[in-house]
């Protein structure tokens, strides 16, 4: 029973110690944004109350994210809920002719940039009502993916090394 024990706690840990792939949230601001440098690929883009919250009130945003040279930027809404006819996300940039405005539980199509170029994000919100917004995964093509985290795990007090 013992060897058994010690094999499996030799097995667990080398195992313990991993590397896993941070993903990123990039929230709307305002600003200038550019891949591989403020987000990565892979990341997700949302609104300002992020993954987890509703956007804010009387919001007037303009967030630009570019691409490097060359390469471009895909933003695949994943999310979409922004109060019908009050808030809005108007979209510019796009190449597969999307630009526009949206509001609504629709999701909007997926946006590609220009090879080199970018897509700008004015979202507005009225003084009085709020929703959860949206997220987006974001692509950049031939973008290196950011550094491993490492994470460990380590034995609890119910797992004893004994």
Known sequence: MKKITFILMAFLASTAFWQVQAQGEILQADGVFTACADFQDGD????????????????AISMQLVAPAGETLTVDFTTFNVEASWDSLTVTGDTGGFDGTYDGTDLPPTMTSAAGGGLTFDFSSDSSVTRPGWTANLG??????PPPVEAREYCSENMPLE
């Open 140 to 145: 950049i093509s031939n973008c290196p993916p």
């Open 44 to 59: 997700i883009y949302a609104d300002t109350g992020g993954i987890a919250s509703n956007y804010g009130l009387n919001e």
